[in-house]
T-cell receptor, first 111, second 113 residues
Framework: GQNIDQPTEMTATEGAIVQINCTYQ??????LFWYQQHAGEAPTFLSY????GLEEKGRFSSFLSRSKGYSYLLLKELQMKDSASYLC????????????FGTGTRLLVSP | GAGVSQSPSNKVTEKGKDVELRCDPI?????LYWYRQSLGQGLEFLIY????????KSGLPSDRFSAERTGGSVSTLTIQRTQQEDSAVYLC???????????FGPGTRLTVL
């Protein structure tokens, strides 16, 4: 089976930096995704990592260590609009098909 | 261009009734996925369609759940004899192929009374 773990909730202050961790235990690996989901809305794609290292995209960066089964999403210069749930998902290695999601981390950004 | 659309946005039904949820994927996307998101839970995979291949139904929770994809485009998820535990947001996603980012629709919130 596969297991994805993320913290349930985090809080941070506007302008700060926050790191959201994700650990996974899977029989194989074919890529890790981060999605952002505002309350009542569809998840939207943030990043994709398949090789070890850091992928940077504006204020958001995502890191992957395959040997440790570990990823993090780094959000810089936090804005109020960044308050949302952040979903970590691992691609099922058996068929390049479904994503296996963690329960998501709810981030609350305060002034 | 237009994104993934789903209808209805909200559906309230009585226990035991059948419901149909519709998904219109992005034009040209060959892969289509259905997920379920229950309160406090992560997204749970239900079923996957890729082109004309047989669908991957491994995530369907019971035989009350079924899905079709007609003409390689629109998909319908049917839940028969609904139960209260079926209450959730049902999300549809599509992608250009099975090895790319998935684009999600806004979901259908199903409430079974």
């Amino acid at each position: 089976g596969q297991n994805i773990d993320q913290p349930t909730e985090m809080t941070a202050t506007e302008g700060a930096i926050v790191q959201i961790n994700c650990t996974y235990q899977t029989s194989g690996f074919n890529g890790l995704f981060w999605y952002q989901q505002h309350a009542g809305e569809a998840p939207t794609f943030l990043s994709y990592n398949v090789l070890d290292g850091l992928e940077e995209k504006g204020r958001f960066s995502s890191f992957l260590s395959r040997s440790k089964g570990y990823s993090y999403l780094l959000l810089k210069e936090l804005q109020m609009k960044d308050s949302a749930s952040y979903l970590c998902a691992v691609r099922d290695p058996t068929g390049f098909q479904k994503l296996v999601f963690g329960t998501g981390t709810r981030l609350l950004v305060s002034p | 261009g237009a994104g993934v659309s789903q209808s209805p946005s909200n559906k309230v039904t009585e226990k035991g009734k059948d419901v149909e949820l519709r998904c219109d994927p992005i034009s040209g996307h060959t892969a289509l996925y259905w997920y379920r998101q229950s309160l406090g839970q992560g997204l749970e995979f239900l079923i996957y369609f890729q082109g004309n291949s047989a669908p991957d139904k491994s995530g369907l929770p019971s035989d009350r759940f079924s899905a079709e994809r007609t003409g390689g485009s629109v998909s319908t998820l049917t839940i028969q004899r609904t139960q209260q535990e079926d209450s959730a947001v049902y999300l549809c996603a599509s992608s250009p192929d099975n090895n790319n980012e998935q684009f999600f629709g806004p979901g259908t919130r199903l409430t079974v009374l």
